[in-house]
Nanobody
Framework: QVQLVESGGGSVQAGGSLRLSCAAS????????MGWYRQAPGEQRELVADISSGGSTKYADSVKGRFTISRDNAKNTVYLQMNSLKPDDTAVYYC????????????WGQGTQVTVSL
């Protein structure tokens, strides 16, 4: 059974930093695009950043220059380093693993809360 286990959320003041981690099952990690999404109350879930199996990255405009996504293939783990946090970054952050094509799949973690206060 595929599992995505997130950690690292919490509360921080504006301008602070947090690092989210997501450990995935070995069976999918090597071939998955790993991503972080977030959902604020009353809002739709949105892509924050993702990283392909080859290491290509993509970021939402709102986090460019502040957040960095990375993956450690030896540990089957994807990270989201979040710096210069703003109150608008407050949301539940979800880890995602997906792949398109013949061996397609789409898995989600349980979510971790990030709260940024003034």
């Amino acid at each position: 059974q595929v599992q995505l286990v997130e950690s690292g959320g919490g509360s921080v003041q504006a301008g602070g930093s947090l690092r989210l981690s997501c450990a995935a099952s070995r069976s999918i990690f090597d071939i998955a695009t790993m991503g972080w999404y977030r959902q604020a109350p009353g809002e739709q879930r949105e892509l924050v950043a993702d990283i392909s199996s080859g290491g290509s990255t993509k970021y939402a405009d709102s986090v460019k220059g502040r957040f960095t996504i990375s993956r450690d293939n030896a540990k089957n783990t994807v990270y989201l380093q979040m710096n210069s946090l703003k109150p608008d970054d407050t949301a539940v952050y979800y880890c995602n693993a997906h792949r398109s094509g013949v061996l397609r799949f789409d898995y989600w973690g349980q979510g971790t809360q990030v709260t940024v206060s003034l």
